[in-house]
């Protein structure tokens, strides 16, 4: 059921959403955040927005009178702001009570885009183009004369002639002016239509810890989260490898901890594989991401890689990303290595992600081409 | 608006229990009550009872917190009347026939308390009109100047809304007098002390004399402060004196009209409850309630006057003090001779069976407000008997704990929270600062600092609307300090 309320609550939950744009970091590298993904939500609590005004501090004079069993100097508990509240004060005490306001994964991911100032990504291919729709879907007090509603219109002269008793049912003219007019009003919906796949790569030898594999699961979850935002039908996968490469559904990747040495080209050479039998570039955008501690097992292994890269991943995707997170145990030669043979190539994305709170910079640094 | 009929089983119960109502003495305008689903009553609950408000986003705001805590099962709302003649008053769709047969008897006491208390006595009675008006009023300048300019414009005259003088409609305005020639009034005497003729010269020496008129000159010719008293209207200060634009004023005038309309109710708020639970208790015990429906009646009835400990329960502390009235009315306890009566047995014992205590609770409900309220009728006997005490932060434990049980602090604290609904007093004390067109407000500082940042933002939002450069004077710390914004920065030096 419509509610007279409801562009009223559209209109605060705008604000909120730009409240949480200035707070996102803080959100962004708080682990539980994915715990608590409910089916699609994700609570996120908020300050209530209270317009400033002049009012008692909470520094002096705070507390109030109750009622009930007691004696001087028993405790009453933490009060919260709310409970305890002296009478007239009750909710005057503003910016201390959380609101949680619930988001959908779509609102995070644009407010995500937004704060990063991310373009959108292009579509790929003549078939996926980003199509616009105008839709006539009210009425307004303004507009062009050409989108004048006649029947509308009419009828609110025909009101305010009868109202003000110019009207006679004997010689029914009905003459509009200015304030009678109703033109139609209309908006436009974009339809993003495109495929993408990304393919998430995780580094899970021995020498990546918890900590470093807590970071790439915050950063592919935001960035799963936005690309979802940009593209219908898009999927995900996860390769992970030591030594040896393997593909695996979303829970193990997050889960596994192997122990062996690191050959990244196996997992590369899996990545090409799998491009290959897969997703033709005709129809797909692709975007491998991956993560490691940036530690090779060899530099012969290293060379290897640069080279799978050159001839058969770069070719194929929209851009690659290394994302290196740093661990006490790693050489992060990787990084280096990268940055030497793709420096001039735009394809190709490279960030070091030194602790939580630089996931925030990292995914600016993979997304921010918008390619 | 079209009221949808009652089913005819409430409206038959709305009759009885109207009737009930009158026999006691109540006296209310008509009432509509109207049954909504519980997602149209938070609206209109968010709309403070209005089927229709401008358009802003904080009504979203109190919907979403409505409907959370709902959802969350934190609250149900129960209840909802507004001041208007005839009043309209809502049920919830669903609620057992007990709720709604106490709903509508709780409902009568309110209606009659808007009726007859004073302090609603200058409120407008047709707001539902109003507040439709203002609805179209602010959707026009939307449209013509778009949402985000008139919103912001609305947000910045919100930040002010408190300050108001509540009691301002019931001061009678004088027209200022004009002088009836342009002549410059004739200076009056000067002062002169009694002397015999051959001393005048000198005890009022001519010297002084002439120092005394010069002085009284400069004084007529000075140029008028505006305004010439400090002014707690500040929301009217600005409509007279703001460089604004017609919509600007519209918009203002529309946020004053509704922080005025409200006022009342924020200044009568335990009596108001006090007053419409006494009545509810009253019409249900003694006459609507069936015998099969008293458990149920007592157990959502506790549920209105609980108070969790350390709370305070405008409607518990109402209808105690309108019960304890009447009984020292119905007993005689009142006058001087039950003041000087220092024995404690004595006074337990004190009833003259007068029977004086209904016709006084009318005369409370029609005279008087919170603070009067207390200020009279909170008294040493009452505080004890329904364990009153007052509580404070205790910064070392981060604990709120009880600081006292004793009769004058928790008065004091009581009544200092209700003065002025518990804001600091500002007034504005000069519209041409400096003959800079500055503005100047002063915070009568009362021993509670402001919340200093809070403060700037305001300074923000008046500045948005007065234009030119404002200022405040306050206390922090003991320490009289000026802020002041200009459009860009902000100061802060001592005062």
């Known amino acids: 059921m419509a509610l007279r ?3 009223d609550h559209r209109r605060f939950r705008d604000i909120v959403r730009g409240k949480i744009k200035q707070d996102l970091r803080k959100y962004v590298s708080q682990g539980e955040l994915i715990g608590r993904k409910g089916k699609d939500l994700v609570s996120i609590p908020l300050p209530q927005i209270n317009p400033p005004r002049f009012h008692f501090g909470s520094k002096n004079g705070n507390g109030g009178v109750g009622q009930g069993e007691g004696d001087v100097g028993d405790s009453l508990g933490k009060a919260d702001p709310n409970a305890g509240e002296g009478s007239g004060k009750a909710g005057d005490q503003s910016g201390e009570h959380a609101l949680e306001v619930e988001l959908s994964l779509e609102e995070l991911a644009q407010i995500l885009g937004e704060e990063l100032h991310l373009p959108r990504i292009e579509p790929k291919g003549k078939e996926r183009i980003v199509s616009q729709k105008d839709r006539y879907v009210g009425i307004r007090r303004t507009g062009p004369e050409s989108l004048r509603h006649f029947k509308r219109t009419f009828r ?15 010689r ?17 919906t974009p339809l993003p239509q495109s495929n ?26 935001w960035i799963d989260t936005w690309l979802r935002s940009q593209y219908k039908g898009l999927e995900s996968r996860f390769i992970i490898h030591d030594a040896a490469a393997k593909e695996v559904d979303r829970d193990t990747f997050f889960r596994t901890r192997e122990s062996g040495g690191t050959m990244i080209s196996s997992a590369y050479k899996l990545c090409a594989q799998m491009i290959a039998d897969e997703f033709p570039t005709s129809e797909w955008n692709i975007y491998p991401f991956h993560f490691s501690d940036g530690d090779n097992w060899s530099v012969d292994d290293t060379v290897q890689c640069i080279e799978l890269l050159r001839t058969q991943i770069l070719p194929k995707v929209n851009q690659f990303c290394y994302g290196q997170v740093e661990s006490p145990y790693g050489s992060g030669q990787f990084i280096k290595d990268l940055k030497e043979h793709f420096d001039e190539d735009d394809r190709v994305v490279v960030s070091e992600i030194k602790a939580k709170e630089a996931i925030m910079d990292s995914i600016r640094d993979f997304l921010g081409k918008g390619k | 608006m079209t009221v949808a009929q009652l089913p005819p089983y409430l409206h038959d119960i709305q009759k009885e229990i109207e009737a009930h109502g009158k026999a006691f003495g109540l006296d209310f305008w008509d009432v509509e009550f109207e049954i909504l689903d519980y997602k149209r009553m938070q609206e209109v609950a968010a709309y403070s009872g209005f089927p229709v408000r401008y358009p802003h986003w904080r009504f979203g705001m109190e919907f979403e917190h409505l409907t959370k805590s709902h959802i969350y099962g934190l609250s149900k709302i129960y209840e909802m ?23 509508i008897a709780h409902v009568l006491g309110h209606v009659d308390f808007f009726k007859n208390n004073y302090f609603f006595s200058k409120t407008n009675r047709r707001m539902i009109d109003g507040m439709a008006n203002h609805a179209t009023r602010i959707r026009r300048h939307m449209e013509r100047l778009g949402v985000d300019k008139v919103e912001s414009f609305i947000d910045s005259c919100l930040c002010l809304e408190n300050l108001i003088d509540p009691m301002s409609p019931f001061i009678v305005r004088k027209a200022p007098e004009r002088p009836d020639t342009n002549e410059p009034p004739e200076l009056a005497e000067i002062p002169k002390l009694r002397a015999k ?17 010069k002085k009284m000159e400069r004084e007529r010719d000075k140029p008028k402060r505006n305004p010439p008293e400090p002014e707690r209207d500040v929301l009217a200060f600005l409509l007279g004196n703001a460089p604004l634009e017609p919509w600007e004023l519209d918009v203002l005038e529309i946020v004053r009209a509704e922080a005025y309309y409200f006022a009342p109710q924020r200044q009568t708020k335990i009596m108001n409850e006090g007053w419409a639970s006494f009545w509810h208790g009253k019409i249900m015990t003694e006459k609507a309630l069936k ?3 008293i458990i149920d009646y007592a157990d959502h009835n506790s549920g209105v006057l609980a108070t969790a400990p350390g709370q305070w329960n405008p409607y518990k502390v109402g209808i105690e003090l309108f019960r304890h009235i009447e009984e020292r009315w119905d007993k005689g306890r009142f006058g001087r001779e039950w003041d000087d009566c220092q024995n404690i047995d004595q006074r337990r014992a004190w009833d003259k069976r007068l029977g ?20 009279e009728f909170f008294t040493q006997e009452f505080c004890q008997e329904k364990k009153f005490f007052s509580f404070s932060l205790n910064e070392r434990t981060g604990n709120y704990e009880i600081d006292s049980k004793e009769f004058r602090q928790v008065k004091q604290k009581i009544l200092f929270q209700l003065t002025n609904f518990g804001e600091p007093f500002i007034a504005v004390e000069d519209g041409n600062l400096d003959n800079r067109g500055e503005l100047l407000l002063r915070h009568r500082h009362e021993g509670v600092d402001l919340q200093p940042d809070h403060a700037r933002a305001t300074l923000t939002a008046l500045q948005r609307i007065w234009r030119r450069p404002v200022s405040l004077i306050t206390v922090f710390d003991n320490k009289s300090r000026m802020l002041r914004y200009d459009g860009k920065d902000h100061a802060e030096k001592a005062a």
């Open chain 2, 291 to 293: 015998a099969s429906e």
């Open chain 2, 81 to 103: 009347v507004i001041n208007n003649n005839p009043a309209y008053a809502y049920l919830l769709e669903g609620n057992s026939l007990v709720d709604q047969k106490m709903v």
């Open chain 2, 197 to 213: 003729s051959y001393m005048d010269k000198f005890i009022n020496p001519p010297e002084f004399v002439e120092s005394q008129r």
């Open chain 1, 156 to 170: 609110q002269a025909l009101r305010r002639q009868m109202m003000t008793g110019t009207y006679s049912p004997d």
């Open chain 1, 5 to 7: 309320i409801d562009p």
């Open chain 1, 196 to 221: 993408a796949v990304m393919i998430f790569i995780m580094d899970v030898s021995g020498s990546m810890g918890d900590e470093q594999k807590e970071i790439v699961r915050i950063e592919s979850f």
């Open chain 1, 172 to 188: 029914p003219i009905i003459v509009p002016v200015r304030e009678d007019k109703r033109y139609r009003s209309w908006r436009t």
């Open chain 2, 356 to 375: 004086l205590g209904r016709k006084k609770i009318f005369e409370v409900r029609r005279l008087y407000n919170d603070v009067t309220f207390i200020d």
